[in-house]
């Protein structure tokens, strides 16, 4: 038979037990701490916060949103946000909610942004907002959506104002463009009209050289020929003969001295025309008084004449010779058109402006008859004034005559 036979015992160690599985969910200490921290993360920012469930429902909502709709927080809860905030477009209609990007974004699992849209106060009254809505997805499922929104009222007032300064300065592009268009056009129609008035002047002139200075010049060759011939004949004469001869070309020899003189008329004359010599040696004023006074003579008018030039400053020549010729142009534009019977002329100058009216009492016109594309003297006048820093200014009336001023500040 066997022996007894003693069987050691070996003791067992007791297993630990496996660690439990980490929790889905923090426990209640920490679900307080993240609560807490999640809402000062809502609160710290400046953008509207909102969630909704799927029936577009608030759940939550931080301070910024709540005040940016006009409401307190707690009057927000538990209601359809999109008839609270966002229930009508900007002219008033009817936003339908099945149309609402909002809804639509978490319905469908996809986020969204939008800045063309209104979100509306508790007062009734709209603000352009920027809002963007992201789905909360749990286990796969779509539990809602988290919406932030931002005012841009502010940023659309400074595209709008930025659009209307740009539609402003495009308006003036515009019109300076079009001014600058018929600026050119007149100075091309005036430079044409510059052209045709010189040629004609030259015309005149070489019509006036010609039968005035032309005959004279002819009539003098004629009697120097025929003074030449009877001084070759006087050696034959008898001496009777010869001293009635002597007499006869003594007369001949006085009438070519008035035909000289004529022609010395007649240049001079011409030389004034084109340019009088009293501007050269007594200066603008006193080429001002002549002119005037030159022309109510040959014009046969009566002249109401007031001159203040004691404190007048010397002008440049170019200066001078443009003031005189806006003068003469003035004079002439009623010699040629007023049918007056008297002017009135007042030159007044001091060391910082100058100023010249010529007021007639004649037939006068209508302001557009000044502002016509063929009005060249006028356009002359002006364009010469503009060119002086000064301004021609013209009123006038039908039957009662017109007056041009011309105003030059130094």
């Given at each position: ?54 029936d577009?429902?608030?759940?939550f909502?931080?301070?910024?949103g ?6 307190a927080p707690?009057d ?5 946000m ?9 002219g ?15 319905r469908?699992a996809?986020?969204?942004?939008i ?43 400074a ?6 300064a740009?539609?402003?300065?495009e308006q ?5 463009t ?7 056009q ?18 005149r002139?070489?019509?006036e ?10 009539a ?17 004469r ?30 001079g ?7 009088p ?33 004691a ?7 170019p ?24 002017v ?16 007639d ?12 594309a ?37």
């Amino acid at each position: 038979m066997f022996e007894d036979i003693a069987i050691p015992v070996i003791p067992v160690m007791p297993i630990a037990p496996l660690p439990a599985p980490a929790p889905t969910h923090l426990p209640g200490a920490g679900q307080a701490v993240w609560r807490d921290r999640l809402s000062q993360l809502l609160e710290s920012t400046g953008e509207g916060i909102f969630g909704i469930d799927m029936d577009g429902r608030c759940t939550f909502i931080n301070r910024a949103g709540a005040e940016q709709l006009g409401y307190a927080p707690a009057d927000v809860l538990g209601h359809n946000m999109h008839e609270l905030a966002h229930h009508s477009h900007a002219g008033g209609a009817h936003y339908p909610e099945h149309l609402c990007p909002i809804f639509n974004a978490f319905r469908k699992a996809l986020p969204c942004r939008i800045d063309t849209e209104l979100f509306w106060r508790k007062d009734g009254s709209a603000f352009a907002v920027e809002y963007s809505s992201h789905p909360i997805v749990e286990g796969g499922v779509v539990q809602g959506a988290v919406v932030t929104f931002v005012d841009i009222s502010a940023r659309r007032q400074a595209e709008d104002a930025l659009r209307q300064a740009h539609a402003v300065l495009e308006q003036r592009v515009s019109e300076r463009t079009q001014a600058l268009s018929e600026a050119l056009q007149h100075l091309r129609e005036l430079t044409a009209y510059t052209h045709t008035v010189r040629e004609e002047e030259r015309t005149r002139i070489a019509r006036e050289v010609h039968d005035e200075l032309g005959s004279l010049l002819v009539a003098l060759k004629m009697d120097v020929g025929w003074l030449d011939k009877r001084l070759g004949e006087q050696q034959q004469r008898e001496p009777v003969a010869a001293q009635a001869m002597r007499e006869t070309m003594r007369c001949k020899c006085q009438n070519m001295g008035r035909l000289i003189e004529s022609a010395v008329d007649n240049v001079g004359r011409i030389i004034t025309d084109l340019r009088p010599s009293i501007l050269d040696h007594q200066g603008l004023w006193a080429a001002l008084d002549w002119q005037a006074h030159e022309f109510v003579q040959s014009a046969e008018l009566a002249l109401d004449w007031q001159m203040d030039v004691a404190d007048a400053a010397p002008l440049p020549e170019p200066s001078a010779i443009a003031v005189f010729r806006i003068f003469q142009e003035m004079l002439s534009n009623v010699g040629r058109h007023a049918a007056a019977s008297r002017v009135a002329i007042t030159i007044q100058a001091t060391a910082d402006h100058i100023s010249i009216a010529v007021q007639d009492n004649g037939r006068g016109a209508e302001a557009a008859a000044f502002e016509a594309a063929n009005a060249y003297g006028v356009m002359g006048m002006r364009e010469r004034a503009r060119h002086l820093g000064g301004s021609l200014e013209i009123s006038s009336q039908v039957g009662h005559g017109s007056l041009f001023h011309l105003r030059i500040q130094l």
